[in-house]
């Protein structure tokens, strides 16, 4: 039973021949507990991205951001972050409270881009004992870790180069293959390259 997917990515994982990697990747790297390394990367973290989705699955995306440790590893399995002052439109606390499934993302676009994905149910509070660690907090969400799991970095580009990466397609141009395709643990269950319009 797969805590990663469902039938809408069954289908296109078929299409694209890509299901054995998506099992070898959620085998080797999905965890349900916070590493070390983990809670380095997010507890360093100054913003991550938050989905959530409203009781009729509406969607949306915000940005969430604070100094470095505003986010913290509160467990094993579960995380915690401040809510700060805002536009007072509460859509992410607000989706919350209908709808507690929600993915936050990680990203680091220093020298060495990482990102790192973080899925479970959350909850919103104004009287958690936590909040007072957290100057500035006039809530408190708490996640519950449903899946963890480490992302390939490939596109995420340097700030104020100008550049996009050098994986991103562009016509005549053949990026090369991420590092990771050519791992022991993945090397055998990689999909061919898609063909593009453009035949590359």
């Not at 913003?47 to 509406?58: E, M």
């Not at 805002?86 to 989706?95: A, E, H, I, R, V």
């Not at 020298?111 to 500035?136: H, I, T, Y």
């Amino acid at each position: 039973m797969s805590v990663m997917f469902h039938d809408g990515n069954r289908r296109l994982q078929d299409r694209f021949d890509g299901r054995r990697i998506a099992d070898r990747l959620e085998e080797r790297l999905t965890r349900f507990a916070f590493t070390g390394g983990d809670r380095a990367f997010i507890e360093g973290a100054m913003f991550f991205f938050l989905a959530t989705a409203d009781d009729r699955g509406q969607p949306d995306c915000s940005f969430k951001g604070g100094k470095p440790g505003f986010v913290r590893i509160v467990g094993a399995d579960e995380l915690a972050f401040p809510d700060y002052d805002g536009n007072g439109m509460f859509k992410s606390l607000g989706n919350i409270a209908v709808n507690p499934a929600i993915g936050l993302l990680f990203i680091d676009m220093g020298d060495k881009p990482r990102r790192l994905r973080v899925n479970g149910e959350a909850s919103v509070s104004g009287a958690d004992p936590l909040m007072q660690r957290f100057a500035g907090a006039q809530l408190l969400v708490r996640v519950k870790v449903r899946a963890i799991f480490p992302n390939c970095p490939r596109y995420i580009v340097t700030p104020g180069t100008g550049e996009p990466s050098k994986y991103a397609p562009r016509p005549g141009y053949q990026p090369p293959e991420p590092a990771w395709k050519g791992f022991d643990d993945f090397k055998d269950v990689i999909h061919p390259r898609q063909k593009t319009p453009d035949g590359e």
